[in-house]
């Protein structure tokens, strides 16, 4: 039977919601950061890489709420599956359609970059399955960005290797601190300080990192991301009324800033640009499909 066009964009709604596409645009620019601290290279591989991390990410967010509902007819009655409106095998189904059609993609770019989109679906899989049952969580979701940077620089000229394993560590390290957060994100109680300590980590590496002329410009760079992440935790540790998911949000547009950092003087006019569009949309995402 087919939908009504009021019915289909209902649908389609479900589906960006479950996708959470909000988080989307930290994902093409962990892809373009990669690729550009491998060297760049061509476009149409950037595209394709791009396109293949978009599958993954939605397989991914799928598989989540598929683990998850049994937590959220408890905790989160609003997502999708609880509020009854898509099935629990529906979603499975999208799931794995989405995590197969990014991995075809990601091989056709080389065996180097079917290797690591290899060890990104795993981490992508067991993060899904285990997230709700295990402290380290934080970790296996940091897993999740790490394997995507290196995938996204194995198709850089370059290959992994250098400046890209380099912020591949400082953004896995980031991601622990903001995943610690994201997991006291109903709570009303003092929240612990040493995760916002790991989300300073990127700033210090960019700071060693940079010497005489290249300096100047990355303490500036330095300067926006921190004041950034210091407005994004305000709302979580700032405040008598804690709203973690707030300072969540913020945290989360902020990976887009981290690949910004990283790149420092690398970061071209073009770059720079794509990057803050990417920014901003998804600020403006983020009123329409819940990040989290």
Same mark, same amino acid.
């Given at each position: 039977m087919l939908l009504s066009p009021v019915q289909s964009r209902s649908y389609w709604q479900i589906l960006l919601t479950l996708g959470r596409v909000s988080n989307l645009p930290t994902v093409w620019s962990?892809?373009?950061a990669g690729w550009l601290l491998a060297g760049g290279g061509s476009a149409l591989g950037l595209l394709v890489l791009c396109l293949g991390a978009t599958c993954l990410y939605f397989g991914g967010m799928f598989l989540n709420d598929a683990f998850d509902a049994e937590f959220d007819r408890l905790h989160r009655r609003e997502r999708p599956i609880p509020a009854g409106l898509i099935s629990p095998d529906a979603v499975w189904r999208w799931g794995f359609a989405w995590?197969?059609?990014?991995t075809v993609l990601l091989v056709l770019l080389g065996n180097s970059t079917g290797a690591f989109a290899a060890l990104l679906l795993f981490s992508i899989i067991l993060y899904d399955a285990v997230h709700k049952l295990v402290a380290s969580a934080p970790v296996l979701m940091a897993a999740c960005r790490f394997f995507l940077v290196l995938t996204a620089a194995s198709v850089g000229v370059n290959g992994v290797a250098g400046l890209a394993i380099w912020h591949a560590l400082a953004l896995a390290v980031y991601?622990?601190?903001?995943?610690?957060?994201a997991r006291h994100e109903n709570s009303k109680s003092a929240l612990p300080r040493w995760p916002a300590l790991l989300?300073? /980590?990127?700033?210090l590496l960019a700071l060693l990192a940079n010497a005489g002329e290249y300096r100047l410009r990355s303490s500036l760079q330095v300067?926006? /991301?921190?004041?950034?992440i210091l407005r994004c935790?305000?709302?979580?540790?700032m405040t008598r009324e804690i709203n973690v998911r707030r300072s969540v949000e913020g945290l989360l547009a902020g990976i887009i800033?981290?690949?910004?950092?990283?790149?420092?003087?690398?970061?071209?006019?073009?770059?720079?640009?794509?990057l803050l569009l990417l920014f901003f949309l998804a600020l403006v995402l983020q009123r329409w499909v819940p990040a989290t």
């Open positions: 962990n892809c373009i995590l197969g059609t990014g991601i622990i601190g903001l995943s610690t957060l989300l300073a /980590v990127p700033l300067m926006v /991301v921190a004041l950034w935790l305000q709302p979580a540790m800033l981290i690949d910004w950092l990283a790149l420092g003087s690398d970061a071209g006019f073009g770059a720079s640009l794509a």
